[in-house]
């Protein structure tokens, strides 16, 4: 089972950047393909980005293609997501989740794929 704590969430001014990262506990790490989320107030919690077990594929939310970068470090249990060019629309709590995979080069943009998720880290973007 999975234990993910993300951070380096806070706030930041549009067009700045933030880097997220999620640390996962277990010796398991690189069997899990990794994805981000995120929920703003009043929304659903939507897809961000997502990367497959080997780091190789990685799958974007068209709101983020171009300015998020998702990447991993299975040596040290480890996913990021590099934020640029932030806009006041990317204000969310952001949560990082894992899923057993078949297949080392295969991501998923949906929730319901996952079966462990973080507690989340907020990121406030102001205009």
């Known amino acids: 089972q999975a234990q993910l704590v993300e951070s380096g969430g806070g706030l930041v001014q549009a067009g700045g950047s933030l880097r997220l990262s999620c640390a996962a506990s277990?010796?398991?790490?690189?069997?899990?393909?990794m994805g981000w989320f995120r929920q703003a107030p009043g929304k659903e919690r939507e897809f961000v980005a997502s990367i497959s077990r080997n780091g190789v594929i990685t799958g974007y939310a068209d709101s983020v293609k171009g300015r998020f970068t998702v990447s991993r470090d299975n040596a040290k249990n480890t996913v990021f997501l590099q934020m640029n060019s932030l806009k006041p629309e990317d204000t969310a709590v952001y949560y990082c989740a894992a899923r057993p995979a078949d297949y080392s080069d295969t991501y998923y943009s949906s929730a319901i794929n996952y079966n462990y998720w973080g507690q989340g880290t907020q990121v406030t973007v102001s205009s």
């Open positions: 277990g010796r398991t790490f690189s069997y899990y393909a």
